[in-house]
């Protein structure tokens, strides 16, 4: 079975702090992709990559960087906190091939910024 | 630019009753469908999808059929289950941006027993 972790559920940081969010695909997936979801909103795609070193600016990219040196970690990075990026942050990987392919998703981290 | 809406949720139904979540789409072209779901506390699943017009998609005793004259998706089971208690989001495959998925809002089934 595929299966996409997120390092943590639940996070509470700080304003101002430096988050780190990781995500680990232990499928060879080539694409991942970072979503924040909120309430009425459903998933908001924040930033994508096609392969290691590779990313692309997704709808929401401001306030968010992301690191891609392994094939299988992705992950998601907020410089400087704010509360508005209080969330359920959500990661995704998927098969290589065509864009077709099913979308894998982990469980997600609760993150609440104070 | 492409979009996808949603009913609005909450939506509480008894058990073995009819489901019907709406779903219609914006989108230039003909893009692939899809109904995720999210089990309480879980990422979301893929329930069904749909890849031209016309096509139904079923698992799990839902379906949803692609109709393109309507724009819609709209998701349906016969007979639901306290299990099926979940977020269901309709999405589209949008093709630029590396095949990036589109999600509606987002509908909330609670079933009851």
């Known amino acids: 079975d595929v299966k996409v972790t997120q390092s943590s559920r639940y996070l509470v940081k700080r304003t101002g702090e430096k988050v780190f969010l990781e995500c680990v695909q232990d499928?060879?997936?080539?694409?991942m992709f970072w979503y924040r979801q909120d309430p009425g909103l459903g998933l908001r795609l924040i930033y994508f990559s096609y392969d290691v070193k590779m990313k692309e600016k997704g709808d929401i990219p401001e306030g968010y960087s992301v690191s891609r040196e392994k094939k299988e970690r992705f992950s998601l990075i907020l410089e400087s906190a704010s509360t508005n990026q209080t969330s359920m942050y959500l990661c995704?990987?998927?098969?290589?091939?065509?864009?077709?392919?099913?979308?894998?998703f982990g469980p997600g981290t609760r993150l609440t910024v104070l | 630019g492409n979009s996808v809406t949603q009913m609005e949720g909450p939506v509480t139904l008894s058990e073995e009753a009819f489901l019907t979540i709406n779903c219609t789409y914006t989108a230039t072209g003909y893009p692939s469908l899809f109904w995720y779901v999210q089990y309480p506390g879980e990422g979301l699943q893929l329930l069904l999808k749909?890849?031209?017009?016309?096509d139904k998609g079923s698992n799990k005793g839902f379906e949803a059929t692609y109709r393109k004259e309507t724009t819609s998706f709209h998701l349906e089971k016969g007979s639901v289950q306290v299990s099926d208690s979940a977020v269901y989001f309709c999405?589209?495959?949008?093709?630029?941006?590396?095949?990036?998925?589109?999600f509606g809002q987002g509908t909330e089934l609670s079933v009851k027993p």
């Open positions: 749909a890849t031209k017009a016309d």
């Open positions: 995704a990987s998927r098969t290589p091939g065509t864009v077709y392919n099913e979308q894998f």
């Open positions: 999405a589209l495959l949008s093709y630029n941006q590396g095949g990036k998925l589109i």
């Open positions: 499928m060879d997936h080539e694409n």
